[in-house]
Antibody, heavy 120, light 111 residues
Framework: EFQLVESGGTLVQPGGSLRLSCAAS????????MNWVRQAPGKGLEWVSY????????YYADSVKGRFTVSRDNARKSLYLQMTSLRAEDTAVYYC?????????????WGQGTLVTVSS | QSVLTQPPSVSGAPGQRVTISCTGS?????????VHWYQQLPGTAPKLLIY???NRPSGVPDRFSATKSASSASLAITGLQAEDEADYYC????????????FGGGTKLTV
């Protein structure tokens, strides 16, 4: 079973930086595109970033473009999100997610999420 | 302001039927992109409920169904049960420069 486990969330000051990680349980991690999705406290879901299997295609939401960098290490079966110039509005639970089972752009595998709090 | 518009809340009694709408535009649902639905129970990660407009993943009860037309979609839940109380989100792809994968604002279902 394909499982994802996020880590790295913590309290960080405005303007600070943080790197989130997402570890995959499957040996064929390199076969799947990956995404980051976040959810601010009491709010809805917001797609943040996408990375293709070979890292050749990357997309970002406008709200994080220029501040966040997504990357992956297929050998380590891991996905990363480097976050800089953090703002209060970046406070959220960050999920890594992927479309694994179905031939669609839905996300059927999600991690449990990691909380990032941006506050002084 | 979410790209896809959902009602903030719906409610129904056990055994009843409820529907949740999801309204998009010509750059997402109206452009022919698929709609997917997620259920999020309190304190948990979202769970895929419907993919590709109308398809249920294995293990999702057939009480859950969905339709898509023009620039909108709808999720129906029949035979409401207490455990259906959750937040529901629609999702699609948007071809505009401002976003790619987009979600609705979410609908809180109270049973």
């Amino acid at each position: 079973e394909f499982q994802l486990v996020e880590s790295g969330g913590t309290l960080v000051q405005p303007g600070g930086s943080l790197r989130l990680s997402c570890a995959a349980s499957t040996s064929i991690f390199s076969s799947y595109t990956m995404n980051w999705v976040r959810q601010a406290p009491g709010k809805g879901l917001e797609w943040v970033s996408y990375i293709s299997r070979g890292s050749d295609t990357i997309y970002y939401a406008d709200s994080v473009k220029g501040r966040f960098t997504v990357s992956r290490d297929n050998a380590r079966k891991s996905l990363y999100l480097q976050m800089t110039s953090l703002r209060a509005e970046d406070t959220a639970v960050y999920y890594c997610a992927s479309g694994v089972t179905y031939d669609s752009d839905s996300f059927d595998v999600w991690g449990q999420g990691t909380l990032v709090t941006v506050s002084s | 302001q979410s790209v896809l518009t959902q009602p903030p809340s719906v409610s129904g009694a056990p055994g009843q039927r409820v529907t949740i709408s999801c309204t998009g535009s010509s750059s997402n649902i109206g452009a022919g992109f698929d709609v997917h639905w997620y259920q999020q129970l309190p304190g948990t990660a979202p769970k895929l409920l419907i993919y590709g407009n109308v398809n249920r993943p294995s293990g999702v009860p057939d009480r859950f169904s969905a339709t898509k037309s023009a620039s909108s979609a709808s999720l129906a839940i029949t035979g409401l049960q207490a455990e259906d109380e959750a937040d529901y989100y629609c999702q699609s792809y948007d071809s505009s420069l401002s976003g790619r994968w987009v979600f609705g604002g979410g609908t809180k279902l109270t049973v």
